[in-house]
């Protein structure tokens, strides 16, 4: 079973923030929180990934709470093409012996 | 782009079928996981290889099978394929813990 627990789908308008939650109450101390978004029927995207401290690349920013339990990824000005089904993983960052374990995601709908 | 290629795009095979499904990464990416995602949920994973060994299994019968090579290419392995094999087929390459996927071979059995 997935380790997260996120909302089945959002919605969002064009030019607006884009927050997508997720729960991870029992992550363990070395793994890491990433994120993938999946566009119809392609592979999954990386988009980016964190152990404490909050992220930020050309994507998106990630912030993770204190206590490590949760975490928020945004996409700072949504647009269509954003339209697609976010996956939020936790899994220890090594080069091999892991696999990620996913969840049904959180389809996310950005409106014109 | 992630440098994963992945043949054929895409496959339609009867019951029964044998299927080899192939995947390319880069040099130096001696990691590569296969993953089934059915419609409608997420990647499931079915092993991973690491330096030509498997390293790892979910839950899948042993007619999954698969093999990597020395050129950083692999193969994903199904025998006697069953109507719920239809799937779209991820391959990932592992570069410092980060899994890269290839745009995926949807199976169709029938």
């Known amino acids: 079973d997935a380790k997260t627990t996120q909302p089945p789908s959002m919605d969002c308008a064009e030019g607006r923030a884009a927050n997508l939650p997720c729960n991870h109450s029992?992550?363990?101390?070395?793994?890491?929180v990433y994120w993938y978004r999946q566009i119809h029927s392609q592979g999954p995207q990386y988009i980016i990934h964190?152990?404490?401290n909050n992220e930020t690349n050309e994507m998106a920013s990630l912030i993770i709470t204190e206590d490590r339990k949760s975490s928020t990824l945004i996409l700072p000005h949504a647009t269509l093409r954003d339209t697609a089904v976010y996956y939020c993983?936790?899994?220890?960052?090594?080069?091999?012996?892991?696999?990620?374990?996913f969840g049904p995601g959180t389809r996310l709908s950005v409106l014109p | 782009e992630t440098g994963v290629t992945q043949s054929p795009t895409h496959l339609i095979k009867t019951r029964g079928q044998q299927v080899t499904l192939r995947c390319s990464s880069q040099?130096?990416?001696?990691?590569v996981s296969w993953y089934q995602q059915a419609l409608g949920q997420g990647p499931q994973f079915i092993f991973q290889?690491?330096?030509?060994?498997?390293?790892g299994r979910g839950n899948f019968p042993p007619r999954f099978s698969g093999l990597q090579f020395p050129n950083y290419s692999s193969e994903l392995n199904v025998n006697a394929l069953e109507l719920d094999d239809s799937a779209l087929y991820l391959c990932?390459?592992?570069?410092?813990?980060?899994?890269?996927f290839g745009p995926g071979t949807r199976l169709l059995v029938l």
């Open positions: 964190g152990l404490k």
């Open positions: 029992t992550i363990s101390g070395n793994e890491y």
């Open positions: 990932a390459s592992t570069v410092g813990g980060t899994q890269y």
């Open positions: 040099s130096g990416h001696n990691t």
């Open positions: 290889y690491y330096r030509e060994e498997e390293n």
């Open positions: 993983i936790v899994s220890l960052a090594n080069n091999y012996g892991q696999n990620f374990v």
